[in-house]
Each structure stands twice: as structure tokens, then as C-alpha cells.
């Protein structure tokens, strides 16, 4: 959805919401122990034996343009195996919960949910990356946000005048406020300097620049580019292929599995693409700019279970992760 100019959450609020879970927090138990790792065959998330349960862990690497709101330093994470989720009615009745927690990491997005959903969409949480604009709705879904394993790592992203550290930046000032009642959250945002690069990441892929053909970059854009970064093999969930809503005979469901009566996805998709009034998202875009990554990185889609066919014409397909800490 077209993003919001910056709005802050009032600290006085962001206080009386904190404090009324901060004992659920601190009470809740320690670490929860990683799941069994996922497979990397091409044709299942499940049937390969390279990802076993007494593989040594691979060091962590250090993710440039990642920095920790309490003491700014950059994002160590590394995992074999990611089950990224959508926010996708895609999942809806998939029953793949079970698959996605098979994985090292799970990554998640914004405020959608697992409670009450992880038959279809799994439980466990590695990672979640949350647009400025969502920062709300994050804070009201406390109970999802702290029934979470604790080594969950909250990635905000947002546009400078929202994450700027002089005291005026709104969304950077009430994470800090929010880090300093919960220690123990890990969050990070992504600097300006890594939001630029996300920029012209977009225009190398697409041709297409940004601010001139009024385009927001999407939550998902960020977080599968963050994903590159971060993990050997990714399992996407819930994303169609960028010709999916072409068909009028595809099934119509809903824009977020956790909201069925909200807009459907096709719709949401096309009307942000063919859109040339103010800032949309460019959706279908950026999902072939994900489907010819899939044909030279380890990326593979599912629910649906689809595969890139042939080069999409225009689009570059050279894209290569950048490697830790450059």
C-alpha cells in the first residue's frame, strides 16, 4: 500500500504500551532452540540430507548497513536455510507450517502474524522486517511480538527523516525508547546510505528510477534483498509469479491471510502497477525482478510452486549478493 508520510508514535503512548507487557517479556522463557535445519534440493524444502541436525553451524557474518538502535553496531546473522513468508492469502489453508519451521531462519514481515495461523504459515521467527509506517501496528500486536523467541532480530527500514539520530528522526527516537525499557529486543534499521543502494539496486534491475516514476520500494523488495544477503538457500512462501494476476481465471484471495475481508491481491497488485498517480508500489515489477534472481541464485518459490521460464525481456538478471561486510 502507498506509504504514509513519517509519522511518530507518541512517546507517551509508546511508554504506557510498553510498560503494560514488559513483565510478559521478562518472564517469558530463554532462548528457544533452533529447529531442525531444511533441505536444499531444488524440488522439496524437505527431502535433502546436506542440512542435518548435527551440521557445525557456519560463523555468523557481518551484514553492512544494518545498525543496532542501542549501540549501533552492525547485524551478525547468517543461516543456511530461510523460509521467507509472505503476508500472501496465498497461505491460507496451506497447511505449510510445519515446512517453514523446517528451516534455519524464518523471515517474516511487518505485523503479520503466526498466532492463531501456524498450520499454514509456521510459528517460529528469525527475522522481521517492518516499515516505518508499520511501527504501530507492530507495538499494538504486543502479544505476537513477545511470544516470539527472544533472539528474533526486528530489521525497520524508512525513508531519512524517519530514522535520523539528531533527535528529530520520529520513528528512530521511539525505537531507541522502546530498546531502552526492552533490553533484551534486538533492533536494527537500515541506514540511509543501505536505503540509497536499495534504490539503485531498483533502477539497475528495472531501468526504472525510483523517485521520478514515483514508486515506493515494498517491504518485500527490502526483505528478499536482505535475504540474499543473509541466507545460502531461500524458500519463498506465498509469492505468485509476475504473471500471475494476467490470468482471470486464478482463484481471487485475499491482499494478508490474516485479513479475508480485506483487499484482494490481484487487485492490490494492478492497481499499484498501472498506477501513475502519486507513490504506489511497483509489485508485479519487482516480482520479475525476483523470478530472474531465482534463475542464477538459490531461490525457490512456493505456494504457489512455481519456477522462472525464460528470460523476461528488459529486466538485467546480474544481481549479486554483496558479500559480508563490504
Sequence with gaps: ???????????????????SFMLV????????????????????????????LDAPRLPTSTL????????R????????????????????????GEEID????????????????????????????????????VLQSRQELFNVSQDTVFIFWGPSSCMRRDGKGHVYNNLRL?????????????S??????????????????????????????FTMAIALELCDRINVYGMVPPDFCRSSSQPSVPYHYYEPSGPKECSMYLSHERSRRGSHHRFITEKMVFANWARTLNVHFYQPDWE???????????????????
Design 192 to 221: 540511509w546510505l543501505k536505503m540509497m543502494k536499495f534504490d539503485e539496486l531498483f533502477k539497475k534491475e528495472t531501468g526504472i528510477d525510483r523517485k521520478t516514476s514515483n514508486s515506493w520500494l515494498s517491504t518485500g523488495w
Design 102 to 137: 523446517r528451516s534455519e531462519c524464518v523471515i517474516r514481515m511487518n505485523d503479520a502474524p503466526s498466532i492463531g495461523y501456524q498450520q499454514d504459515v509456521g510459528w517460529r521467527t528469525s527475522l522481521r522486517v517492518i516499515a516505518h509506517s508499520s511501527l504501530q501496528r
Design 1 to 19: 500500500m502507498k506509504l504514509r508520510v513519517c509519522q511518530g508514535v507518541s512517546g507517551i503512548i509508546l511508554v504506557t504500551m510498553v510498560t
Design 25 to 52: 517479556y521478562n518472564s517469558s522463557s530463554g532462548d528457544r532452540s533452533s529447529s531442525s535445519l531444511a533441505s536444499s534440493s531444488s524440488s522439496s524444502p524437505s527431502s535433502s540430507s546436506s542440512h542435518r
Design 64 to 71: 553492512t548497513g544494518y545498525t543496532s538502535v542501542m549501540d
Design 178 to 190: 522502546l530498546n531502552q525499557l526492552l533490553p533484551k529486543l534486538k533492533i536494527y534499521i537500515i
Design 73 to 96: 553496531k552492525p547485524l551478525r546473522m547468517h543461516c543456511r536455510t530461510c523460509s521467507l513468508v509472505t503476508s500472501s492469502g496465498q497461505l491460507t489453508g496451506s497447511k505449510r
Design 308 to 326: 522462472p521460464a525464460a528470460l523476461i525481456p528488459s529486466m538485467n538478471s546480474s544481481y549479486t549478493p554483496s558479500p559480508a561486510g563490504s
